[in-house]
């Protein structure tokens, strides 16, 4: 151990040498300033997240001025401190703070940031805001505190902060999302909004008929997809022995998976609705949801029934079973739970598709599908040729209403449809996690 | 004996035959004819039930053999019937079709050209948000993290990507664009910048998973023999771990770009849907128009020339799309292929 550790101090001992003692001065001289301008930063984020008028305009010059000055300063500094080759990762580093102090500027004029939606002084969204913007303030700060220190160990702590920094943002949108939504469109959620349809006269609304919708599309979605699917994926693993089968197969299931939701549509359009009634009905939107469920299905099947030990199916087939009923009782069984974490992941995105089924399967305010009666036949297969709503056309339409849409019933329809999504994840993750504990091998 | 086994596999033989003519009959007419012919439906189906009684085995094989056909004809068809549909747009002056810069729906003069830039802008512009964080997750997510923290974050990137677009789309409409409008002062609420935002966030979770499978596929020992040699873990990173994984997060990034030109209602809903060029060109604060967004917002009430028009808009956006997948799928499995030889 002991001769690795010379080795570090050596090299931090020859990095630090090449600078002379008033340009490592300097050096914590600029970080002392930044370090001030960070503080007061956080300070007067925090004051204006609490008091929205506290910033005055000549508090914006002076702070605007400072900023420069210490941005021209370090600037400088690179120019007169660094006789070695100053990297040019140090001057994107104080590029990019001045960029985010710009950004902070930009985005706090002096009347605070007020959001539609809520009123009053201190708003959520604003101390959001404000903390989104200390954190990317921070992260670039604390990365050139590192980074200017040059050694190597600093230089990795400063990106795993940037590259961590990077993951906390988009969940933070994430989370802000949902959080807002859930703020925004609980007030609205009762047992009537949604257990019942709208009802015009009576001036309430009601979503159980998108609810429904959305639920058939899904349902009729998994039942043409998984087959085919996992049928596909089942073919490619025990059947086809060529690499070029698997290989186009692979890569028409990846462009099918990429190609554009409004595509989809536009397919259904022309294909399906001139072949099933030449209007929009549900069995339409099924089975183009099911296209676009089906390269996941495959994807992830394949890869689950890959993953079952070869040892599986050599054990079945000495026993002297066949290769179709090894795969019947011994492969499929011990994939089927990755297979449904797939195909439940799967579903969680396709639920919210609006594109394709806007042009092939709904229409707003129609009633819920009634596949089922009390009374004989019991069952119907009417509904699969007529129109349903849901969800995401629901919302959709109230924006296209434009002002005579209600916004409160849009963010209800919103937050049953996000809880509908993370539900399906939630699932999938569940069955995952379990699995994984207690797969067989 | 021997006649017996002959006998079999010919009525199997028949068998075979028989639901398998009348299944492609089937199909044959159904997509030329728009007939779907309920009796060849039921020899079909009866067909199939014998064959699953008798011969387990091959009627298996034979429907698995079809299922893995379904993504292939699926993909055959939509590339088959948006080019009749839409290829006539093209045909009578392809170049002023692409670049004009003129749509008007009264006068019945069609071309792309806004539409077309105005994709571009919006793309480049979650790119430029997408990309850098996306592959600094896909980092963060491969190398630094530790394992319960991996096991909470794949989940998470995964969840983001599976918010309904239209949500993201409505949330953007309300809270950004007249966040935006605010602060910058602009009369309009639509423009370029708004979605941009929406759609790098978006495109996120997709260049961070397939970045993150890429750098993953990096075997181990590689970036251990450059940690025996004593730099750190991230100048192992940097230097071995990255250059090889380079190739596999281009494939990402072109991935994210496929997402983000292709999605389409978080972009109708915030888009200002005009369809001329912005003046200046890079005016990324007036309002526009997208490819997906055009046929999102005006086929609901086209007709005549101008669904000619959209589907030959759908048409390009298709192909497009299909080559920067196909492209990112050769990438991968070069990365892939010399991974597994070496």
Same mark, same amino acid.
């Given at each position: 151990?002991?001769?690795?550790?010379?080795?570090?101090?050596?090299?931090?001992?020859?990095?630090?040498?090449?600078?002379?003692?008033?340009?490592?001065?300097?050096?914590?001289?600029?970080?002392?300033?930044?370090?001030?301008?960070?503080?007061?930063?956080?300070?007067?984020?925090?004051?204006?997240?609490?008091?929205?008028?506290?910033?005055?305009?000549?508090?914006?010059?002076?702070?605007?001025?400072?900023?420069?000055?210490?941005?021209?300063?370090?600037?400088?500094?690179?120019?007169?401190?660094?006789?070695?080759?100053?990297?040019?990762?140090?001057?994107?580093?104080?590029?990019?703070?001045?960029?985010?102090?710009?950004?902070?500027?930009?985005?706090?004029?002096?009347?605070?940031?007020?959001?539609?939606?809520?009123?009053?002084?201190?708003?959520?969204?604003?101390?959001?805001?404000?903390?989104?913007?200390?954190?990317?303030?921070?992260?670039?700060?604390?990365?050139?505190?590192?980074?200017?220190?040059?050694?190597?160990?600093?230089?990795?702590?400063?990106?795993?902060?940037?590259?961590?920094?990077?993951?906390?943002?988009?969940?933070?949108?994430?989370?802000?999302?949902?959080?807002?939504?859930?703020?925004?469109?609980?007030?609205?959620?009762?047992?009537?909004?949604?257990?019942?349809?709208?009802?015009?006269?009576?001036?309430?609304?009601?979503?159980?008929?998108?609810?429904?919708?959305?639920?058939?599309?899904?349902?009729?979605?998994?039942?043409?997809?998984?087959?085919?699917?996992?049928?596909?994926?089942?073919?490619?693993?025990?059947?086809?022995?060529?690499?070029?089968?698997?290989?186009?197969?692979?890569?028409?299931?990846?462009?099918?998976?990429?190609?554009?939701?409004?595509?989809?549509?536009?397919?259904?359009?022309?294909?399906?609705?001139?072949?099933?009634?030449?209007?929009?009905?549900?069995?339409?939107?099924?089975?183009?949801?099911?296209?676009?469920?089906?390269?996941?299905?495959?994807?992830?099947?394949?890869?689950?029934?890959?993953?079952?030990?070869?040892?599986?199916?050599?054990?079945?087939?000495?026993?002297?079973?066949?290769?179709?009923?090894?795969?019947?009782?011994?492969?499929?069984?011990?994939?089927?739970?990755?297979?449904?974490?797939?195909?439940?992941?799967?579903?969680?995105?396709?639920?919210?598709?609006?594109?394709?089924?806007?042009?092939?399967?709904?229409?707003?305010?129609?009633?819920?599908?009634?596949?089922?009666?009390?009374?004989?036949?019991?069952?119907?297969?009417?509904?699969?040729?007529?129109?349903?709503?849901?969800?995401?056309?629901?919302?959709?339409?109230?924006?296209?209403?434009?002002?005579?849409?209600?916004?409160?019933?849009?963010?209800?329809?919103?937050?049953?449809?996000?809880?509908?999504?993370?539900?399906?994840?939630?699932?999938?993750?569940?069955?995952?996690?379990?699995?994984?504990?207690?797969?067989?091998? | 004996?021997?006649?017996?086994?002959?006998?079999?596999?010919?009525?199997?033989?028949?068998?075979?035959?028989?639901?398998?003519?009348?299944?492609?009959?089937?199909?044959?007419?159904?997509?030329?004819?728009?007939?779907?012919?309920?009796?060849?439906?039921?020899?079909?189906?009866?067909?199939?039930?014998?064959?699953?009684?008798?011969?387990?085995?091959?009627?298996?094989?034979?429907?698995?053999?079809?299922?893995?056909?379904?993504?292939?004809?699926?993909?055959?068809?939509?590339?088959?019937?948006?080019?009749?549909?839409?290829?006539?747009?093209?045909?009578?002056?392809?170049?002023?079709?692409?670049?004009?810069?003129?749509?008007?729906?009264?006068?019945?003069?069609?071309?792309?050209?806004?539409?077309?830039?105005?994709?571009?802008?919006?793309?480049?512009?979650?790119?430029? =948000?997408?990309?850098?964080?996306?592959?600094? @997750?896909? /980092? $963060?997510?491969?190398?630094?993290?530790? #394992?319960? *923290?991996? &096991?909470?974050?794949?989940?998470?990137?995964?969840?983001?990507?599976?918010?309904?677009?239209?949500?993201?789309?409505?949330?953007?409409?309300?809270?950004?664009?007249?966040?935006?409008?605010?602060?910058?002062?602009?009369?309009?609420?639509?423009?370029?910048?708004?979605?941009?935002?929406?759609?790098?966030?978006?495109?996120?979770?997709?260049?961070?998973?397939?970045?993150?499978?890429?750098?993953?596929?990096?075997?181990?020992?590689?970036?251990?023999?450059?940690?025996?040699?004593?730099?750190?873990?991230?100048?192992?990173?940097?230097?071995?771990?990255?250059?090889?994984?380079?190739?596999?997060?281009?494939?990402?990034?072109?991935?994210?770009?496929?997402?983000?030109?292709?999605?389409?209602?978080?972009?109708?809903?915030? =888009?200002?849907?005009?369809?001329?060029?912005? @003046?200046? /060109? $890079?005016?990324?604060?007036?309002?526009? #128009?997208? *490819?997906? &967004?055009?046929?999102?917002?005006?086929?609901?009430?086209?007709?005549?020339?101008?669904?000619?028009?959209?589907?030959?808009?759908?048409?390009?956006?298709?192909?497009?799309?299909?080559?920067?997948?196909?492209?990112?799928?050769?990438?991968?499995?070069?990365?892939?292929?010399?991974?597994?030889?070496?």
């Amino acid at each position: 151990m002991a001769p690795i550790k010379e080795n570090i101090s050596e090299t931090d001992a020859a990095d630090n040498s090449l600078i002379s003692i008033e340009g490592r001065v300097m050096r914590r001289g600029m970080l002392v300033l930044w370090l001030l301008l960070g503080v007061v930063f956080l300070s007067l984020s925090t004051l204006l997240a609490i008091q929205p008028d506290f910033l005055s305009e000549t508090l914006i010059s002076i702070l605007g001025g400072v900023i420069l000055a210490v941005a021209g300063l370090t600037v400088i500094a690179f120019k007169v401190i660094d006789d070695y080759q100053p990297p040019i990762s140090h001057f994107l580093l104080s590029l990019s703070m001045i960029v985010s102090s710009g950004v902070i500027f930009v985005f706090f004029p002096n009347q605070g940031i007020v959001l539609p939606g809520l009123d009053g002084d201190i708003t959520p969204q604003l101390a959001t805001i404000s903390l989104f913007f200390l954190v990317t303030f921070a992260a670039v700060w604390a990365g050139l505190l590192f980074y200017w220190e040059n050694p190597a160990h600093n230089r990795q702590l400063a990106v795993q902060y940037f590259t961590w920094v990077s993951v906390l943002i988009p969940l933070g949108v994430l989370a802000f999302f949902i959080v807002y939504t859930i703020l925004e469109g609980s007030a609205v959620i009762t047992w009537d909004f949604i257990s019942s349809a709208s009802d015009l006269m009576r001036g309430e609304i009601g979503i159980f008929p998108a609810i429904m919708g959305t639920f058939s599309l899904i349902i009729g979605a998994t039942v043409f997809a998984v087959p085919l699917g996992v049928g596909a994926a089942v073919f490619l693993t025990e059947y086809a022995n060529r690499g070029w089968i698997k290989q186009a197969v692979g890569v028409t299931a990846d462009c099918l998976w990429s190609t554009p939701s409004i595509v989809f549509g536009l397919f259904g359009y022309v294909f399906l609705v001139p072949r099933i009634t030449g209007h929009s009905t549900l069995l339409a939107g099924q089975i183009i949801l099911a296209a676009m469920l089906l390269p996941l299905t495959i994807a992830t099947s394949t890869e689950a029934i890959t993953a079952v030990p070869d040892e599986f199916r050599n054990g079945s087939l000495a026993l002297g079973a066949s290769k179709w009923w090894t795969i019947r009782r011994v492969v499929l069984p011990s994939s089927i739970p990755s297979i449904v974490t797939g195909v439940l992941l799967g579903i969680g995105r396709i639920a919210g598709e609006t594109a394709p089924i806007m042009l092939i399967a709904v229409a707003s305010h129609t009633n819920a599908p009634d596949f089922f009666s009390l009374s004989a036949p019991y069952f119907h297969l009417g509904p699969l040729f007529s129109e349903v709503d849901a969800l995401p056309y629901r919302l959709y339409a109230i924006y296209k209403a434009g002002v005579g849409g209600s916004i409160q019933e849009a963010w209800g329809t919103a937050l049953v449809l996000i809880v509908l999504v993370l539900l399906f994840y939630g699932l999938g993750i569940i069955v995952r996690s379990y699995y994984r504990r207690n797969r067989g091998w | 004996m021997i006649d017996k086994l002959t006998t079999k596999s010919g009525i199997k033989a028949i068998l075979g035959l028989l639901v398998l003519g009348s299944f492609a009959v089937l199909f044959t007419f159904f997509v030329l004819f728009q007939t779907f012919n309920i009796y060849l439906f039921l020899v079909v189906v009866f067909g199939t039930a014998i064959g699953w009684v008798f011969y387990e085995d091959s009627t298996a094989k034979t429907l698995l053999f079809i299922a893995s056909t379904s993504a292939g004809t699926i993909l055959l068809l939509i590339a088959v019937f948006l080019f009749l549909r839409g290829f006539p747009a093209f045909q009578k002056d392809p170049i002023f079709f692409i670049t004009g810069s003129e749509w008007h729906v009264y006068r019945e003069i069609y071309s792309l050209g806004p539409m077309i830039w105005g994709s571009i802008i919006v793309t480049f512009g979650a790119t430029l =948000i997408a990309a850098p964080m996306g592959i600094s @997750s896909a /980092i $963060f997510i491969a190398k630094f993290s530790p #394992e319960w *923290l991996r &096991s909470f974050l794949k989940p998470a990137i995964e969840l983001l990507a599976g918010i309904p677009s239209v949500v993201y789309g409505f949330i953007g409409f309300v809270l950004l664009n007249s966040a935006i409008m605010d602060y910058f002062n602009i009369s309009n609420m639509g423009q370029y910048f708004a979605p941009s935002i929406i759609l790098g966030i978006m495109a996120l979770p997709t260049i961070a998973s397939v970045a993150e499978d890429a750098i993953d596929a990096v075997p181990e020992h590689m970036e251990k023999g450059a940690l025996a040699l004593g730099v750190t873990k991230w100048q192992a990173i940097k230097e071995v771990t990255l250059p090889s994984a380079s190739s596999g997060i281009t494939a990402a990034l072109i991935l994210g770009i496929g997402r983000a030109l292709g999605e389409t209602m978080a972009v109708t809903m915030m =888009i200002g849907h005009k369809t001329a060029f912005p @003046s200046p /060109i $890079f005016d990324i604060f007036e309002p526009g #128009e997208t *490819l997906t &967004s055009l046929i999102a917002s005006q086929i609901g009430n086209a007709s005549g020339k101008a669904v000619e028009a959209l589907m030959g808009a759908g048409l390009l956006l298709f192909l497009i799309v299909l080559v920067l997948s196909v492209t990112s799928r050769i990438i991968q499995s070069r990365l892939q292929r010399r991974f597994r030889r070496g």
